[in-house]
């Protein structure tokens, strides 16, 4: 199956700073997904941005589909930015959502 | 307009008992899938339905079972419960953009 690496692993910020999360993915995909997984375990869908570049306030987004990757940038991060930040992806040829590893994010204040 | 619901939120099983986990999406969403998390990991597929009546085996399915006799309910069996199925589970529904439930935890003692 697809497989998914996303780095790095863990990330700590002090609030104000900006950062670049990366996701690898090993096969071409018809959708990828950026989730948020918040301290207290709920899972917020970011983004759905199979190709192309979407901003949605601080956060944006960038995939380069025929390279096989995808970067969430977060600016001016917050302390309400921590929790676990998951790539997902769905092959062409599939139904399946596969997630990464994440990449856990601590902003301090 | 609540999205997507599960229950319960938390339960405690000994080895060998049985119980169901309830999803239910109020988006007329075809599509609905089981993952489960464990820790430091990301989620992984258990089982899915592209639409009612139907079901499919996810990336993890043993010693699970689905039904989906409804189309806005997607209920996961756990027959005899082992300490490896501890364990936070999380219902979504979605074709492209995945929409996911709070999550479930899972203690089998």
């Known amino acids: 199956g697809i497989q998914v690496e996303q780095s790095p692993p863990d990330l700590i910020l002090q609030e104000g700073a900006n950062s670049t999360l990366r996701c690898n993915f090993s096969d071409s995909v018809n959708n990828l997904q950026w989730f948020h997984q918040n301290p207290w375990g709920q899972l917020i869908n970011l983004f759905y941005?199979?190709?192309g570049t979407k901003q949605n306030g601080r956060l944006s987004a960038t995939t380069v589909a025929t390279e096989r990757y995808s970067l969430l940038y977060i600016s001016s991060s917050q302390t309400t930015d921590s929790g676990v930040y998951f790539c997902?992806?769905?092959?062409?040829?599939?139904?399946?959502?596969?997630f990464g590893e994440g990449t856990q994010l601590t902003v301090n204040p | 307009n609540a999205g997507v619901t599960q229950t319960p939120k938390f339960r405690v099983l000994k080895t060998g008992q049985s119980m169901t986990l309830l999803c239910a999406q109020d988006m007329n969403h075809e599509y609905m899938y089981w993952y489960r998390q464990d820790p430091g990991m990301g989620l992984r597929l258990i089982h899915y339905s592209v639409g009612e009546g139907t079901t499919a085996k996810g990336e993890v399915p043993d010693g699970y079972n689905v039904s989906r006799l409804k189309k806005q309910n997607f209920l996961l069996g756990l027959e005899s419960a082992a300490p490896s199925q501890t364990s936070v589970y999380f219902c979504?529904?979605?074709?492209?953009?995945?929409?996911f439930g709070s999550g479930t935890r899972l203690t089998v003692v």
């Open positions: 941005i199979p190709s």
């Open positions: 997902a992806v769905e092959e062409t040829s599939g139904s399946r959502l596969t």
């Open positions: 979504a529904s979605g074709t492209f953009h995945r929409f």
